[in-house]
């Protein structure tokens, strides 16, 4: 499910976290760097189970209009395309999404208010408008509208994005990528799907997991010794000038360099460079650019870099 630039956003968030909290042990950053991931995943499985959510609360609306007084035609013929979207049926009989998230001890069932407020929204929107009142039919109509409905209106509801913040202070930063594992789980259901294919967290390889445990402990370990070459490089800057963020980017980034050989520089410099450049200040992608390009060209002329097939720095 993670793919590495999430993982090394967690890495970051959990270092940063661990530089801060000075009674913090390595041991307690280290259960907070999985606990994170672990809320990722709690999230992905959280907003597929809410697209379910929204068939009920549709079913409930038909209802309610039935047991008016004085319903209208509408309300006794109402246009019933979304709660029999096929889709959206396989995905509300998952016994595997079902047992996931009763063994997660996660649901809905507590935030009804908000699964009304977001039906409502849902409901007045262009996307709903358009699918119900198109009188094509078919199961790839169906899945095709029922994922731009989530793209583009339920995960970006105001209520659901309150609600995301007050949850966890992480979950903004993993919407998009819980929100894209969403849309391609639901691309993944055909007609015959008896079942959800989940995605799971970890790839069978073991190698993503690996990258992780690797780049969190090989950072913190070698941490002292790549401070006396960053502020050698950084030579107009003593280390306690340098941005918290900034050094434990070029900190990572050194480690990344030095411990996975099969990862070229050029990935890594540019990855940490983005990354500088949405978590730290705006000069910090050139601070880290400059650093980083003048250590690795040391680093790989004296041996403490060494890359297996590309990945050198043209």
């Known amino acids: 499910m993670f793919n590495r630039r999430q993982l090394r956003i967690k890495v970051l968030q959990t270092l940063y976290a661990f530089h801060s909290d000075k009674d913090g042990s390595v041991e307690e950053a280290h259960k907070l760097l999985l606990k ?155 007609e015959d799907s008896e079942d959800l294919i989940i995605s799971e967290m970890w790839k069978d390889d073991g190698d993503d997991r690996e990258f992780l445990e690797h780049l969190f402990s090989r950072t913190l370990a070698m941490g002292a010794e790549h401070d006396k070459a960053i502020e050698e490089a950084a030579s107009n800057w003593d280390i306690e000038r340098i941005a918290t963020m900034d050094l434990l980017l070029l900190r990572m ?9 099969s990862v070229p520089l050029k990935v890594t410099i540019n990855e940490y460079i983005d990354l500088a450049k949405f978590y730290s200040t705006e000069k910090s992608g050139a601070f880290v650019n400059g650093v980083l390009d003048k250590l690795f060209g040391a680093m790989r002329e004296d041996g403490r870099i060494v890359k297996t097939g590309r990945g050198l720095i043209e």
């Open 36 to 190: 994170a991931l672990d809320k990722t995943y709690d999230l992905y499985l959280l907003l597929l189970m809410l697209i379910g959510e929204m068939q009920d609360a549709a079913i409930e609306r038909i209802e309610s209009g039935r047991m008016k007084q004085q319903p209208t035609h509408e309300d006794l013929h109402p246009n019933t395309k979304f709660v029999n979207n096929k889709p959206l049926r396989v995905i509300i009989k998952s016994k595997l999404l079902a047992k996931e998230a009763a063994n997660r001890n996660l649901g809905w069932g507590q935030e009804q208010d908000l699964i009304k407020r977001l039906f409502k929204s849902l409901v007045s929107s262009d996307e709903y408008s358009a699918y119900m009142n198109n009188e094509e039919r078919g199961f790839q109509h169906d899945r095709e509208s029922l994922n731009r409905m989530f793209r583009k209106h339920i995960v970006n509801d105001e209520s659901l994005q309150e609600w995301i913040e007050e949850q966890s202070i992480l979950w903004s930063d993993d919407m998009d990528l819980a929100s894209s594992i969403v849309l391609k789980t639901v691309k993944t259901i055909n």
């Open 253 to 261: 980034a050194l480690a990344e360099a030095r411990t996975f050989e």
